[in-house]
Nanobody, 123 residues
Framework: QLQLVESGGGLVQPGGSLRLSCAAS????????IGWFRQAPGKEREGVSC????????NYADSVKGRFTISRENGKNTVYLQMNSLKTEDTAIYSC????????????????WGQGTQVTVSS
């Protein structure tokens, strides 16, 4: 089966850090742009970050710029989201998705979705 599986979520205090991983099963991530999305209760899903298939281009939502870093290791078939200086408003379910291009981050259009990992930022 073709799947994306997220890991690395958990409970962290404000100002702390987490590193999320997105691993592909049954297909290769090489050739896909990979986006990270998040959804908090009662809110719409929003695009957080995206990395191009080559890794040469990245983009970030204004709310996370300067705090989050997206990267990929195609040899590991894995994409990462390093989250630093976490805030309570970062609390959400984080999902990764395989996109044709990073334009899909804006419209939420993806070929494959993961089921998400919970990130909770609380004191």
């Amino acid at each position: 089966q073709l799947q994306l599986v997220e890991s690395g979520g958990g409970l962290v205090q404000p100002g702390g850090s987490l590193r999320l991983s997105c691993a592909a099963s049954g297909f290769t991530l090489k050739g896909y742009a990979i986006g990270w999305f998040r959804q908090a209760p009662g809110k719409e899903r929003e695009g957080v970050s995206c990395i191009s298939s080559s890794g040469g281009r990245t983009n970030y939502a204004d709310s996370v710029k300067g705090r989050f870093t997206i990267s990929r290791e195609n040899g590991k078939n894995t994409v990462y989201l390093q989250m630093n200086s976490l805030k309570t408003e970062d609390t959400a379910i984080y999902s990764c998705a395989a996109l044709r291009t990073c334009s899909g981050l804006k419209y939420g259009i993806a070929d494959y979705w993961g089921q998400g990992t919970q990130v909770t930022v609380s004191s």
